[in-house]
């Protein structure tokens, strides 16, 4: 059974460009999380998703930033107009339920120029 | 409202033991442990659910205390694959069931 998978591992953009960071969650999962993580740091919550449904999007900035989780396909987390304070990796996790156990994935480090 | 982890950094020989605290002003409705290793994915370790419950696999394991504001992750006869960042990450009653509010982290080192 495959674990999160996300890609891409390393996705290196210049400031203005547009980011996207796919996430494929275990078989079996339909909730996915989506976190950030300044180095040295802990991970901060950004979005929580079902299939077509945003349940949760506190954490998210208001703006350049968006999610969705299609029903079929990857979840997708997009920043628009990126900026060197974007720069961190970003890991994507999936539960069969809620208030289950998190699996996370390999996360997509990015790296703004 | 972020738990709160301690100690920041301990440094062990093989064999020795640790016990990492994540503390809540709150009473919490779940506790989820996690190792990180530098440049990879948080691994699962275990989730907490009930106050007083204690779980445990290998040499790892944890408590939750009674009160559900504080538990704590023991860590005994370490082993140099131990080493790694442990996170706590949260769950409050009332807050979003799907956000983890994680801890800054315990960084752990074993050495030989």
């Known amino acids: 059974n495959a674990g999160v998978m996300q890609n891409p591992r390393h996705l290196v953009r210049r400031r203005g460009q547009e980011a996207r960071l796919r996430c494929s969650p275990m078989?079996?999962?339909?909730?996915v999380y989506w976190y950030r993580q300044l180095p040295e740091e802990g991970l901060k919550f950004m979005v929580y998703?079902?299939?077509?449904?945003?349940?949760?999007e506190s954490g998210m900035p208001k703006e350049r930033f968006s999610a969705e989780f299609p029903k079929e396909g990857p979840s997708i987390l997009r920043i628009q107009q990126v900026v060197r304070g974007d720069s961190a990796a970003y890991f994507c996790?999936?539960?069969?339920?809620?208030?289950?156990?998190?699996?996370f994935g390999p996360g997509t480090r990015l790296l703004v120029l | 409202q972020q738990p709160v982890q301690s100690p920041q950094a301990v440094i062990l020989r093989e064999g020795e033991d640790a016990v990492i605290n994540c503390s809540s002003s709150?009473?919490?409705?779940?506790v989820h442990w996690y190792r990180q290793k530098h440049g990879e994915a948080p691994v699962f370790l275990m989730i907490?659910?009930?106050?007083?419950e204690q779980k445990g696999h290998d040499k790892i394991s944890a408590s939750f205390n009674e009160k559900k504001q504080q538990s704590s992750l023991y860590l005994t006869a370490s082993q140099l694959s131990y080493s790694g960042t442990y996170f706590c990450?949260?769950?409050?009653?009332?807050?979003?069931?799907?956000?983890?509010?994680f801890g800054k982290g315990t960084k752990l080192s074993v050495k030989p």
């Open positions: 998703l079902q299939k077509e449904n945003i349940i949760d």
């Open positions: 907490l659910l009930k106050g007083g």
């Open positions: 996790a999936s539960s069969p339920v809620n208030q289950e156990t998190q699996y």
């Open positions: 990450g949260t769950v409050a009653y009332g807050g979003s069931q799907g956000n983890l509010i």
């Open positions: 709150k009473a919490l409705y779940s």
């Open positions: 078989k079996g999962h339909s909730h």
